[in-house]
């Protein structure tokens, strides 16, 4: 709680007021989280102060809030783009990122706990501190300015992707929130990039890209491999399972569950957690995504039937923790597509289920595994 305090007066985050009669002061807490590396080992213990936004009132204290974020399809394509060119690629974590938001309202805001302060006055606002509405628009209006000084653009496909094209060379950056992937064969404009970042924001230089949003990168002489080994490792010891038995596939052949399968579970919440981990891990792993797909259809009302399907998943999970997505560097820039579709699949409502997959030479890049809105009338139509 002490250095994140310091980390606001330092950066000039509230001036304290008196509060004006026709404004209200929205709340705050504190919110702890222990940070850890890819192995599992504890990186540090992190203590950040949130405002309360459900206090906020439209058109008073906030107006615009949508900030781009980088796609995960776009982190996969930067991947297959810097093995297939054979570009070294970096990380960088810009500190307290938020915090650089420049905020064009007036927000007040009740000081925090363990604050020093005098009893009658109020925090009024300079920067976009965690919680606010306006928070992420703010930070990403702030870098995107800062970038743009050294001739870089947002492309029109995913705004957080900034790209610079030079006699000297291309340099890509992905931005996701303070985390960023820098890739390019400009190594000098990259040196360059750096230099500026850190005379703007408070900077972390990571090196080598490793660990990014919960996704283990390596690297060979055949390119790059994305994997979530920690993340499975985390969601097994979650469900109990570390222990488990191994199956060999994701789900039942010729499964067909229905809303009316078994009994209703006693703890929904466990289900819809698991679930959601599954939905994440399908980030790495398109091999459960048609599995992960057949089990979120019954988050509402999961039965038993419908868990025994999750603990299936889990337990093809524990035999291949390091399944995952290679980028091979011996591929050619092509992008090609396959889609299909059974006929009415699904026993419920007799609807069909299509999937379709996207490749960058070799490297698949995206896919999905979903159910249509119609009912198909033959297997032409579906």
């Known amino acids: 709680m ?10 000039h985050t509230w001036d304290l007021v008196d509060l004006p009669p026709e404004k209200s002061a929205v709340g705050c807490k504190w919110v702890y989280k222990i940070k850890t590396h890819s192995d599992g080992t504890i990186e540090r213990y992190k203590a950040r102060l949130v405002a309360k936004d459900f206090a906020q009132e439209h058109g008073i204290d906030y107006e615009e809030t949508f900030a781009p974020a980088a796609r995960l399809t776009s982190v996969r394509s930067l991947l297959a783009v810097a093995a297939i060119r054979r570009w070294q690629l970096f990380q960088m974590d810009v500190k307290n990122a938020f915090l650089n938001g420049d905020l064009v309202e007036d927000v ?11 009893t009658d006055k109020v925090c009024k606002l300079r920067r976009a501190l965690y919680g606010l509405k306006q928070t992420s628009r703010a930070w990403f209006s702030k870098f995107s300015s800062t970038i743009s000084q050294l001739g ?18 291309t340099i890509l950056l992905l931005l996701y929130v303070g985390d960023m992937i820098i890739t390019g064969d400009d190594l000098d404009g990259i ?18 890209l490793s660990y990014f949003l919960g996704l283990e990168v390596s690297s060979n002489s055949n390119g790059y491999f994305l994997t979530q080994a920690k993340y499975i490792s985390d969601l097994l010891a979650r469900a109990g399972l570390t222990d488990g038995t191994i199956i060999s596939t994701a789900i039942e052949t010729n499964a067909r569950l229905t809303p009316h399968d078994g009994s209703p579970v006693f703890d929904p919440t466990l289900y819809r957690q698991l679930v959601g ?9 398109p091999d459960i995504a048609y599995a992960v797909h057949v089990v979120s259809q019954f988050m509402a009302a999961p039965r038993t039937t419908h868990f025994v399907a999750v603990l299936r998943i889990l337990r093809y999970l524990k ?9 091979s560097c011996h591929s050619i820039l092509d992008l090609h597509a396959y889609s299909d579709a059974d006929w009415s699949g699904d026993p419920t409502d007799r609807h069909s289920i299509i999937g379709f997959c996207f490749f960058l030479g070799t490297s698949l890049i995206s896919w999905k595994s979903k159910k249509q809105t119609i009912t198909s009338r033959s297997s032409t139509e579906a």
């Open 2 to 11: 002490n250095d994140e305090l310091q980390a606001l007066e330092q950066m």
């Open 108 to 118: 007040y805001m009740k000081p925090p706990l363990g604050y020093d302060h005098p």
């Open 152 to 169: 870089f653009t947002s492309s029109p496909y995913d705004l957080a992707l900034f790209r610079r094209v030079s006699d000297s060379g």
């Open 191 to 208: 040196t360059v990039l750096k230099r500026h970042l850190h005379q703007y924001f408070e900077m972390k230089d990571l090196g080598f």
């Open 277 to 285: 981990s599954l939905v994440y891990l399908t980030v790495t792993r």
């Open 319 to 327: 035999g291949t923790p390091f399944h995952g997505l290679h980028f």
